[in-house]
T-cell receptor, first 109, second 115 residues
Framework: GQSLEQPSEVTAVEGAIVQINCTYQTSGFYGLSWYQQHDGGAPTFLSYNALDGLEETGRFSSFLSRSDSYGYLLLQELQMKDSASYFC??????????FGAGTRLFVKA | EAQVTQNPRYLITVTGKKLTVTCSQNMNHEYMSWYRQDPGLGLRQIYYSMNVEVTDKGDVPEGYKVSRKEKRNFPLILESPSPNQTSLYFCASRIGLADTQETQYFGPGTRLLVL
């Protein structure tokens, strides 16, 4: 079967750096995306990696290693507003997308 | 404002009573998709559409139907809802297929309770 594994919960303090890992096992792979979802809200797009390496967008960075079927989202200078759920998602081909179960990030003061 | 809209936002219904959840986008996107979100399971793709009159099944299509008669609209139809379809539903759209068009834009969600 196809699966994406990510930790269910992560806790960090304000101002710190946190890394959320995602390992995937899918029949096809065209790229890894990350989405943020606040309680009661809709998922919003954060980043996308199609090739190996690091993509940086402000305080957020995303990394992909296709050979290891692994990626991560790195959040720097954590703020209270970063408390949310984070989902990794794999484009398995065309318009088919598989999401992980999500990682709930708690940011403490 | 560029957006994806869904209606209704909340719906309580009874088993077997047909319902439709509408989805509309004003960004002229080719691709649209429906997901359901359940605790601990993340988002699971129900159906997707590559363009007008072109649709295909996602991972959990059983019990659902869709149609794409116009580019902007992609309604989700539950012909005979059952309690296991109680969930939070999201519609999403995306420009196209290229890597640079990977971003999916999600609607606000529809919370459905089937009694």
């Amino acid at each position: 079967g196809q699966s994406l594994e990510q930790p269910s919960e992560v806790t960090a303090v304000e101002g710190a750096i946190v890394q959320i890992n995602c390992t995937y096992q899918t029949s096809g792979f065209y790229g890894l995306s990350w989405y943020q979802q606040h309680d009661g809200g809709a998922p919003t797009f954060l980043s996308y990696n199609a090739l190996d390496g690091l993509e940086e967008t402000g305080r957020f960075s995303s990394f992909l290693s296709r050979s290891d079927s692994y990626g991560y989202l790195l959040l720097q200078e954590l703020q209270m507003k970063d408390s949310a759920s984070y989902f990794c998602a794999v484009n398995t081909g065309g318009f088919k997308t598989i999401f992980g179960a999500g990682t709930r990030l708690f940011v403490k003061a | 404002e560029a957006q994806v809209t869904q209606n209704p936002r909340y719906l309580i219904t009874v088993t077997g009573k047909k319902l439709t959840v509408t989805c509309s986008q004003n960004m002229n996107h080719e691709y649209m998709s429906w997901y359901r979100q359940d605790p601990g399971l993340g988002l699971r793709q129900i159906y997707y559409s590559m363009n007008v009159e072109v649709t295909d099944k996602g991972d959990v299509p059983e019990g659902y139907k869709v149609s794409r008669k116009e580019k902007r609209n992609f309604p989700l139809i539950l012909e005979s809802p059952s309690p296991n379809q109680t969930s939070l539903y999201f519609c999403a759209s995306r420009i196209g297929l290229a890597d640079t068009q990977e971003t999916q834009y999600f609607g606000p969600g529809t919370r459905l309770l089937v009694l």
